[in-house]
Structure formats: C-alpha cells, structure tokens
C-alpha cells in the first residue's frame, strides 16, 4: 500500500518521495489549493466538523447551503442537491426515475457505482457493448415491452481509458421512444468537460436547460430526458456527489434515502472547500481552458513517440502496452526517474492485461509534460 504524504498535485510526495504526479482525478489541480484550505479551516472553526444529525432536521450548516446555491448557478439550474459522494448519485437520480416498468440499460463498462445502483431497484437490467449506440438500438428491439420506459445509463467520461460517451448518436436511438431517458455518471466530465466545465452535455453543445428536468420541459416533448449527475472530488479538488437541475427535479432527489442520514452531507470542512472551488472555477475560466490545453499537450506528445492516441480534451490517456509485466516496467522505470503515473490491473471496462493510465491537470506546466514524455519514449 502506497501513503500519500502531499496534497495530490503535479507534484506529490509518495512514500516519503516528491514525484511529477500523473494520476488520480485531480484535474483542476485545486486538492491542494490555498484558498480551499483555508476556506475549510474557517468553515471549520465556525460550524465545526459536522451538524451530527441529517439534512431533514437541523443538519443544514451555511457551507453546505452555499455550494447549492452555488453548484446551481454554476451548472445554469434553478437548484441544486449536495450529498455524500459522487457515488451515491446514481442511486440518488434512479430513486427518482425508477418505477415499475422502467428498463435499465447500461454500457457494458460503466462505473461500478452505476451498476451498484440499477441492483438496489427490482427492474430489468440489460446491458450493450460499450460505446456502440447500434447495440442500443439492437437490445432496445429485442427487449423493450410495449409501455415499458427505457433509462439509458452511462459514464459521461470513462474513469480508466478516458473515452467520452456517444451521446448524440444514443440520442437518434432513443428519439422515437416516448419517455425514454440518458443518465450520465458525469463524475469526470464536471469541471473538465464543455466550455465552462458543466461536462459531457455541454461537450456535445446540449445546453443545460432541459437537464434533470421533471416535470419534462413541454418545448422539448418527445425528445429524451437528460440527466447528469457529478462529483466535487475530482476535478474541483473538493468533495461529494453533487447534481443540479428544477427545483421539482432537486426536491424529489432530495426524498431520496440518503438525506435521512447523519452523513446526508459531506463533512463541514471539506463542504467549504467545495464552495470555494466552485466560486473558483466559475471565475478562473483558464482553469477549465488549461487542463484541456495539457490534455492535448500530452497526448500530442505521446503521439510524438509512435503512440496513437485520440486528441480528445480528455485529461486522461489509457495504454495497453504488451502485457502486464510490459506495463508495470514500464511503471517503474518511470517512478524510478520521479514521475509517477498508474497501471491498473482491474478496473471497470479494462480488460485482462489491465492498463498504464495517465492523468494531466490544469497546473501541469509545459515543461512537466516535456519530461513525462520524453521518459515514456525511453522506457517504451
Ligand atoms: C465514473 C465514476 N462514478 C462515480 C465515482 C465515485 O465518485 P466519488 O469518488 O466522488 O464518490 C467515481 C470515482 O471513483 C467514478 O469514476
């Protein structure tokens, strides 16, 4: 077991070593950032660690408030629902959607939380090949019932290769089916996706209006119904599950299980470092522009070296390399150098021999990428 010993950052002291980090989720750079901490340190004095009772009574301390209000205005919503991580929202938008004759449909690799999350619901589950809205369509002619309700779900973004989902082409599928929804685990879209980081929609230029809508918006009747649920652990560098939509919408994620719980919000500190982040991001656009700017520098560098790697502002780039002996040398020659970056053995949607996996950030300087790249090329 590695000990992070740093905030994690482009560099982070692992096992008592300083590295050029190339890992993790942390896209924005901001785990680390001054003003989170001190607006955790503050919130900290002022409210203490936590309200010790849920959000359904007194639980609702002013820094859990404010990254709402500002999570809503964020992401161009009337309202907005804070809750303990982002893996918690899969579940927290099907406690909304579900009911009986929904059918469940889901990329094959989706994250594990997405598919913990269709198993709490006693519903048809089927799932497609991963990325192919052809097998969509094909699954939706074998299995859809009449007066069945297909909820489509799938990662916006792909945690382990990166890959962003299809959404448009899911969309032509579902556009003939009356009532049919796309749900998104959006958890590494938020903050790196779109122009001003709303994700994996504003990615595909679908504008916010007529996201986690209910009731559904009439101007857009007959067309599916969008959903996105994300994450401030990651690329805000804060923490919890957080999803912004009506405030219909927001009020009925509020009934979900979850706020019945002691720990129906995040913990008090780590809820104002959120709220600064999100007060950040919003007014630092260089922020959201940057990790996608080293998105492209990294994988333009390792196409540089032979490599064939989608120019995707996808701050993450997954390498099946040989096999997994190929891979973790490869690991190590680099850690060895001071740079570290991940092989994973097993993750959701990697296959046998698992994958080298590398992580840019907003605060990788040119030069940092410079190094990552031209150690990869000796020890390809
Ligand atoms: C696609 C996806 N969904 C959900 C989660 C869980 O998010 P969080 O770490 O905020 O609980 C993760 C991360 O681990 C993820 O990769």
Redesign the pocket.
Known sequence: MHLMQSPPGPETKVDDCQYLYFCG?GYLGLHGHADLIQASIEATRAYGLGTATSRSGYGNAPPIIEVEELAARFWDSEAAYYFA??????HVVLSVLAKPGSVFLLDEN?????VDACRCFDLPTYQFAHLEAEALRELLKDRLRPGQVPIVLS?G???SSGAIAPVKEYLDVLEDIEGAMLCL?D??AFGVLGERGCGTFEHHGIPQRGINELPPNQDIAGSPRLFAV?????AFGG???IIAGTNTFIESARSSSHYYSGASAPPIPVAAASAMALKLVANTPNLVAGVKQNALRLKQGLNDLGLEIELTPVPIVSLELGDSQNMRRIQHGLAEEGILIDYKSEY?GLGARGALRIAVFATHTEEMIKKLTEAFGRHL
């Open positions: 989720t991580s982002g893996y918690l929202g899969n989706s994250h594990y939380s997405v990662d973004v792909f945690a685990d958890c590494h994300g994450t401030l652990s990651k923490y919890g599950g959701a």
